[in-house]
């Protein structure tokens, strides 16, 4: 595998959970266990309580598309090989709603309202990250 040359996370103490279980594939979401609001992307407090009591579910992987723009040129080096890269806001059924990638898809075929799923891919050793595609 060649090496991955795009910016990468930093994974702190309180997102280890996070990024341990993308690499299983999985995709997290932080519950305040004082107030029940559902947390993404990973904090030490809960922005709405400031509890530091969190928890994690486990997602479905379900998602629909809240919004979207499709780029086609003017991307930094590293990402030129994406291009047309689709970035969207996602929301899961969690009550999340979560900016990404669609991947795997014609842009000319997305809409606002699809239901896509999320997709993993492997970044390095210690970064698996995850993404989302059209449902199949
Ligand atoms: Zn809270």
């Known amino acids: ?3 991955y040359k ?3 996370p930093q994974v702190e103490p309180y997102s280890q959970a ?3 279980a993308t690499k299983q594939n999985k995709l997290l979401i932080q519950v305040c266990g004082e107030c029940d ?4 992307f990973p904090r030490k407090q809960c922005p709405e309580c400031w509890s530091e009591k969190l928890d994690w579910i486990e997602a479905t992987g379900k998602a629909n598309i809240y919004a979207f723009s499709v780029t086609y040129e003017g991307v930094e080096a590293a990402f030129r090989d994406d291009l ?5 806001w996602v929301d899961l059924p ?15 075929d997305i809409e606002i309202g699809q239901s896509v799923e999320v997709i993993f891919k492997r970044a390095t050793d210690e970064i698996t990250l995850p993404f989302f595609r ?3």
């Open 1 to 3: 595998m060649s090496e």
């Open 6 to 8: 795009k910016p990468l």
């Open 18 to 20: 996070f990024w341990d």
């Open 37 to 40: 609001s559902r947390i993404f």
């Open 84 to 88: 047309p890269i689709v970035l969207a």
């Open 94 to 108: 969690e009550g999340i709603r979560m900016q990404t990638n669609i991947i795997d898809c014609d842009p000319d």
């Open 134 to 136: 059209p449902a199949s």
